[in-house]
């Protein structure tokens, strides 16, 4: 069993790809961005085929080994012998898993699995922005998904955990102090992170350079603590960020309402 392990997680264009580069990128460390923590046993062959396909061909495709799991069910089995892979494969003694979107109830499987839990938070606005110039143009649509997920995670207060089990690092003092949060991650991890090194992401672990994918710029490891992220003033935004914090807005409370009875509904189907 992988007795050392790190999960690093937050709500969508939180900073978790930065930080999982710079945890990618230690010599003794990686961060894998992988859903493996979200599957299921795997009983049937047809699962098995499907899902070690899948996962082979990921690793295939950036020229790596991949992990023989075919001869597993247990999810936990698969999970741990997928980490011993990625151990040996980069030589190192850290692993971890970069998944964005978790709720409380799957961080603490992982916590019962043995992983310190990383939280990424950011600056609602800047989020709310960096969603809908990123990934979902309709305004209403990136609040109603976006409150979801803070809700998801009790707007990060975790009863499910204990203070001790997991750390919450804000997306701002990484770029603005990234010295002071990478010695309060090497405290709670247990291993040194220096926060200068040149940064890779996932699987192009000491292969290819990590691509600034921030919405406000260049952020790399390049004098990356002299960074200032620009805030959003914009009037657009506070009804949406009014709502995401529980105001009633009574157009997308309305569309909150139908969301919550499409998915009960899908439910229902399957």
Do not use: W
Not at 76 to 97: A, M, Q, R, T, V
Not at 124 to 129: A, C, E, I, T, Y
Not at 142 to 162: D, M, P, R, T, V
Not at 178 to 197: A, H, M, Q, W
Request: aromatic letters at 10%; a positive charge; charged letters at 25%.
């Amino acid at each position: 069993m992988v007795n050392m392990k790190y999960l690093v997680t937050g709500p969508t264009r939180t900073g978790t790809s930065l930080l999982a580069a710079i945890l990618n990128s230690q010599k003794d460390s990686c961060c894998i961005e992988h859903d493996i923590l979200t599957i299921s046993d795997l009983i049937t062959q047809q699962q098995k085929n499907i899902f070690c396909s899948r996962l082979e061909a990921r690793f295939m495709s950036v020229g790596i080994e991949p992990p023989n799991l075919r001869s597993l069910t247990k999810k936990e089995d698969i999970i741990d012998s997928f980490l011993e892979h990625i151990k040996k494969i980069y030589s190192i003694n850290f692993p971890g898993l970069k998944i964005t979107r978790l709720n409380e109830q799957e961080i603490s499987y992982a916590k019962t699995l043995g992983f310190k839990i990383i939280l990424m938070r950011r600056n609602l606005s800047d989020v709310f922005h960096s969603m809908v110039n990123r990934s979902e143009e309709n305004y209403e649509m990136a609040a109603l998904h976006l409150k979801k997920g803070l809700q998801g995670i009790n707007y990060y207060n975790l009863k499910s955990l204990e203070e001790e089990d997991y750390v919450v690092v804000d997306f701002e003092s990484l770029i603005n102090d990234p010295k002071r949060e990478c010695e309060k991650l090497s405290k709670f991890l247990g291993y040194n992170i220096d926060p200068t090194v040149k940064l890779y992401s996932s699987f192009n672990k000491n292969r290819f350079e990590f691509k600034n994918n921030s919405s406000f710029g260049n952020i790399n490891n390049v004098g990356i603590n002299q960074q200032s992220i620009r805030r959003i003033h914009c009037e657009d935004y506070k009804k949406y960020i009014d709502f995401i914090n529980g105001k009633f807005i009574t157009k997308l409370i309305y569309l909150e309402k139908r969301e919550i009875f499409s998915q009960y509904i899908k439910r229902l189907i399957k």
